[in-house]
C-alpha cells in the first residue's frame, strides 16, 4: 500500500493526540503539555508526556516515544499501513488501498490472521441471516437481542459444515498457516487435512481496543452431549485472553466517562447489560482476571464493579480478582446478586431499575469478605477468628493508599467489635515486618556511582558544560538539535541557513542525528511529521529525537547556566555559538595530545607541534571572540 507524504501529513495534522491518547490515558494538563500513567508499563508516578503543540509523546520511564502513527503501531499492535488507515478512518480522511492476491503473499503473519479472522466474521454475519442460520437467529431472539445489538457485536453463525468457512477463505487466497495464525481452523492428524474450528454454533466475534477482530466465541445450539457449551479461540499470534477484555471496545467511552468499569463473566452478560442501558460493561473473556486485564481498565478508569455470579465458583472469581484490583489502588466494589441469578437473567427476568438498586447496594471488600467469613463460620473459634483477621489485615497493607488504611481498620474493628487500638497493633507489627524487608531488598539493590566530573571552563569568561544531557550527546549538541525541533522554521535555520552538518559535531550519536536530519531536510512538509513518518527511523534514533524536542520545552539548570537565553532569543546568533563551543572542544584535546611527551620528541618535532599550538590557540581565541561578539 502506497499512501501519499501530503495524505500523511493531512492524517497526522487532523489528529489531535491528546484526545487519541486520552483514549487510554487519563492525562492532565501540565504546562503546555499533558501528563499521564505510562500505557507502555506499569508505574505508580506519572512520566508519560505529551506535547499537543509538537503532536509526540515520549514516556521517560521507559522510553516509549512517536506520534499518532507510532502509538497505534505501539499500543495497538498495528502495522504501518493499518495505523495510517485507522487515523485517516478517524480524521475522514480516505486512505486507497487495493490489496491484491500478492500483496496478501507478502503480508506478515499477523496482519494475514487479521484480515483472515474480519472475512470470517463477514462470513459467520451473512450465515446468521440465511436460511441455515434460523437455529442462531431464533436463539438470539429468544434471549432477547434487538436487531441493532446484533450489528453492534457483530454476532454471527457458524454453520453445521466441516469445511464451509475453510473453503471460502482459501478462495481468497488465505494459506492454511493463516487459518491456523487465526485460529480459525483446525487440523486433522489421521488424514493430513484441516476443518473449521466453529460448526453449528452461535458466533461471538471478540474485538480489541479499536474494534479490530481478533478471535471468536461460540455457543453450541445443538444437542450434543459431550461437546463444551462454549469453546473460544485459541492463544494466537493476535489474540491473548489474558490481555482481552470481552466488550471493551464498545464500552471504553463510557468507563472512561464514568470512571468505573463493571466486571461480569460471559458474552450475554455483557451484550445484555449494554443492551439495557449499561454501557461500560466487559467480562474477562473466558479466564479468571488478570493483571494485564486490569492495566487496561486502569488507564481508564479507577473503580470497578465485580458482578459475578452467586454460585461458588462466581465467589471465588470475585475472590482473585479483587485483591489484585485493591493491590493496583482501584476503588473496589462487590455487586451481591440473588442465589441463582446472574446479570442476564436478573435483567431478563426482572429488569434494568432492579439491576441498578443491586449496582447501588454494592459493597466494599471489607464487608464481601466478612459476610462471607461469617457465613463460614470463620469467626467461631478464637484461632479461625485471628487466621481471618489477619487475612484481611494482609488485604488492607496492600492498598497503595496509606490514607485508607485507618478507616479500613475502623470499619472492621467496629464490625468484629473490636476496639480499633487491637487491629492496629497487629496492623503496625505487619507493616514494621514489611518494611524492614523492603529496606532491605532495597539497599542491595543500590549500585555505588562514581562522580563525574560534569564540567569545565576554557576560559574564565567562557564556560562549556561537558555533562551528555541525551545519550552520550555533548550538551552543545543537545541544545542545537532541540532548538531544530522546536518548529519547522528553526528546522529551516539550522539544517539549511546555518548549514550545520557532521563535521561540526563530535558524539557518534550527533552524527547520526544530523545524518538523518539532513535526509529530512530535503523533503517538504512539516519537518516532526517527515521525521515520525519516515521508515528509515530506528527506534533508537525515535527515542532521542523525542526526548530532544521535549527538552526544548524544559530549561535545566545546566541550560541557564551555559547560555543566558532572553524572551527573545537570537537562534541564528545562538546556533552558531554552539558550533564555534564545539569547535573549542575539538581544539583542547589536540593541544593536549601536541604537548605530551615531550621530552621524548625530537627538536624539529617540539618546533612543528609548537606551530600547530600557535595555530590552535590563535583559532581558539578567534573562536571565542565570536562567542563573545554581541
Not at 467 to 482: C, G, H, K, Y
Request: aromatic share 8%; hydrophobic share 35%; proline share 3%.
Amino acid at each position: 500500500m502506497s499512501i501519499s507524504d501530503d495524505v500523511k501529513d493531512r492524517i497526522i495534522e487532523s489528529t489531535d493526540l491528546v484526545d487519541l491518547i486520552g483514549e487510554v490515558v487519563d492525562l492532565r494538563k501540565k504546562g503546555g503539555n499533558y501528563s499521564g500513567l505510562c500505557p507502555f508499563h506499569n508505574e505508580k508516578t506519572p512520566s508519560f508526556m505529551v506535547s499537543p503543540e509538537k503532536n509526540i509523546y515520549k514516556c521517560f520511564g521507559c522510553g516509549k516515544s512517536g506520534n499518532a502513527i507510532s502509538f497505534m503501531r505501539d499500543f495497538h499492535g498495528l502495522s504501518y499501513p493499518e495505523a495510517l488507515k485507522e487515523l485517516g478512518r478517524r480524521a475522514g480522511i480516505q486512505v486507497e488501498e487495493h490489496i491484491t492476491p500478492k500483496m496478501k503473499e507478502q503480508l506478515s503473519r499477523k496482519e494475514a490472521a487479521l484480515l483472515a479472522l474480519d472475512s470470517a466474521k463477514e462470513f459467520y454475519v451473512k450465515q446468521l441471516h440465511s436460511a441455515a442460520g434460523i437455529i442462531a437467529s431464533s436463539y438470539f431472539r429468544k434471549r432477547g437481542f434487538s436487531s441493532s445489538t446484533l450489528k453492534d457485536f457483530l454476532l454471527g453463525y457458524a454453520p453445521d459444515s466441516w469445511d464451509s468457512l475453510l473453503t471460502l477463505l482459501k478462495k481468497q487466497k488465505f494459506t492454511d498457516e493463516n487459518l491456523l495464525d487465526a485460529g480459525l481452523i483446525i487440523k486433522n492428524e489421521s488424514k493430513d487435512s484441516y476443518y473449521d474450528r466453529f460448526r453449528n454454533r452461535a458466533i461471538f466475534p471478540i474485538q480489541n481496543f479499536m474494534g479490530k477482530v481478533i478471535g471468536f466465541g461460540a455457543r453450541q445450539l445443538g444437542e450434543e452431549k459431550d461437546q463444551p457449551k462454549y469453546i473460544n479461540s485459541p492463544q494466537s499470534i493476535v489474540y491473548d485472553k489474558s490481555q482481552t477484555l470481552y466488550g471493551i471496545f464498545h464500552a471504553k467511552s463510557e468507563i472512561r466517562s464514568k470512571k468505573a468499569a463493571i466486571l461480569m463473566e460471559g458474552y450475554m452478560d455483557v451484550i445484555t447489560s449494554y443492551q439495557a442501558g449499561f454501557k461500560n460493561v466487559v467480562a474477562s473473556s473466558g479466564t479468571s482476571l488478570t493483571k494485564e486485564q486490569l492495566n487496561i481498565l486502569g488507564k481508564l478508569c479507577n473503580r470497578l464493579y465485580f458482578v459475578y455470579d452467586a454460585d461458588s465458583a462466581g465467589v471465588h472469581a470475585t475472590e482473585r480478582g479483587l485483591e489484585m484490583a485493591l493491590e493496583k489502588g482501584f476503588d473496589v466494589l462487590i455487586v451481591r446478586l440473588p442465589t441463582g441469578e446472574d446479570p442476564d437473567s436478573l435483567l431478563n427476568n426482572h429488569g434494568a431499575s432492579v439491576f441498578q438498586s443491586y449496582l447501588n447496594e454494592a459493597v466494599s471488600f471489607l464487608e464481601f469478605f466478612v459476610e462471607k467469613m461469617e457465613a463460614e463460620g470463620k469467626f467461631n473459634s478464637p484461632s479461625l477468628k485471628s487466621e481471618s483477621i489477619r487475612f484481611l489485615l494482609n488485604i488492607i497493607t496492600k492498598i497503595p493508599d496509606r490514607l485508607q488504611h485507618d478507616d479500613y481498620i475502623s470499619r472492621m474493628a467496629s464490625m468484629l467489635k473490636m476496639t480499633d487500638s487491637q487491629l492496629t497493633r497487629i496492623y503496625q507489627e505487619k507493616r514494621k515486618i514489611e518494611t524492614a524487608i523492603s529496606n532491605k531488598e532495597e539497599k542491595a539493590s543500590i549500585v555505588p556511582q562514581s562522580p563525574v566530573n560534569s564540567e569545565r571552563k576554557i576560559t574564565d569568561d567562557i564556560e562549556i558544560i561537558k555533562a551528555p544531557i541525551v545519550n552520550n550527546l555533548r550538551i552543545e549538541e543537545t541544545m542545537l538539535f532541540s532548538i531544530a525541533l522546536k518548529s519547522d522554521e528553526l528546522f529551516d535555520l539550522v539544517m539549511n541557513k546555518v548549514k550545520v552538518r557532521s563535521s561540526h559535531l563530535i558524539s557518534s550519536t550527533a552524527i547520526q542525528l544530523i545524518t538523518f536530519f539532513e535526509l529530512v531536510s530535503k523533503q517538504s512538509g512539516n519537518y516532526l511529521n517527515r521525521i515520525f513518518s519516515n521508515t528509515e527511523l530506528s527506534d533508537e534514533l525515535n527515542h532521542i529525537i523525542t526526548e530532544l524536542a521535549f527538552k526544548g520545552d524544559e530549561r535545566s539548570t545546566n541550560w541557564s547556566r551555559f547560555v543566558k537565553i532572553q524572551e527573545q532569543t537570537n537562534y541564528p546568533k545562538l546556533i552558531k555559538d554552539l558550533v564555534y563551543k564545539l569547535e573549542l572542544l575539538k581544539i583542547e584535546p589536540i593541544i593536549d595530545e601536541l604537548t605530551r611527551n615531550v621530552a621524548e620528541k625530537s627538536h624539529e618535532d617540539i618546533l612543528t607541534d609548537l606551530k600547530k599550538i600557535n595555530e590552535l590557540n590563535a583559532k581558539k581565541r578567534k573562536l571565542i571572540s565570536a562567542i563573545k561578539t554581541n
